[in-house]
């Protein structure tokens, strides 16, 4: 069975750093990986997906990068704000299932 | 588009009563997806329709889960008789195919007294 952890599970930075977010997964066997982020009391917002023949995507000051050989993918964000403190999940699709992990908690500090 | 929208926000009820959830995906996705999520496991997919017909349940915890999808706008999820440790937020997503990226809705607080 696919698992699909994220560390660390949460991290402060203060405003205007760069940071990586990191997704490993177990079967490289992947059809697509797909970061989201959730606020407080809200659903999953999708930021960028990359199909398994991608190796990045790009939207605004958001990277996703995919390392399918090595099980791993990394979100970076450029010039981090107060507004991107959320949660951060990232999901693998394998086969017919779809696997999410427990997410990277994000703070950043004015 | 209005996107997923899931009724009720917040449900509290006894245990053993039945509990239906119940989602509108947006128009014109074809896939439909029911999570749960919980502090203890995480959001886990539960089942999914492609065009109305469930693909994949095997994320049902058991027999007093069930799913239907009686047409392209309009999906339930049914818990009878619910117990306590159902207690999550359960979300509904659509997206266009498999490999297009999942909308979520705002879920569904489900508290089991």
Redesign the interface.
């Given at each position: 069975k696919q698992e699909v952890t994220q560390i660390p599970a949460a991290l402060s930075v203060p405003e205007g750093e760069n940071l990586v977010l990191n997704c490993s997964f177990t079967d490289s066997a992947i059809?697509?990986l797909?970061w989201?982020r959730q606020d407080p009391?809200?659903?999953?917002?999708?930021l960028l997906?990359i199909?398994s023949s991608q190796r990045e995507q790009t939207s605004g000051r958001l990277n996703a990068s995919l390392d399918k050989s090595s099980g791993r993918s990394t979100l970076y964000i450029a010039a981090s704000q107060p507004g991107d403190s959320a949660t951060y999940?990232c999901?693998v699709?394998t086969g017919?299932?779809?696997?999410?992990?427990?997410?990277t908690s994000l703070t950043v500090i004015p | 588009d209005a996107g997923?929208i899931q009724s009720p926000r917040h449900e509290v009820t006894e245990m053993g009563q039945e509990v239906t959830l119940r989602c509108k995906p947006i128009s014109g996705h074809d896939y439909l997806?029911w999570y749960r999520q919980t502090m203890m496991r995480?959001?886990?997919?539960l089942i999914?329709f492609n065009n109305n017909v469930p693909?994949?349940d095997?994320g049902m915890p058991e027999d007093r889960f069930s799913a239907k999808m009686p047409n392209a706008s309009f999906s339930t999820l049914k818990i009878q008789p619910s117990e306590p440790r159902d207690s999550a937020v359960y979300?509904c997503?659509s997206s266009l195919n498999?490999?297009?990226?999942?909308?979520?809705?705002?879920?569904t607080r489900l508290s089991i007294l």
């Open positions: 059809y697509n797909q989201f009391g809200k659903g999953l917002t999708s997906l199909q999940l999901a699709r017919n299932q779809f696997y999410f992990g427990t997410g | 997923v997806f995480g959001l886990e997919l999914y693909i994949d095997s979300f997503a498999g490999d297009q990226p999942q909308h979520f809705g705002d879920g």
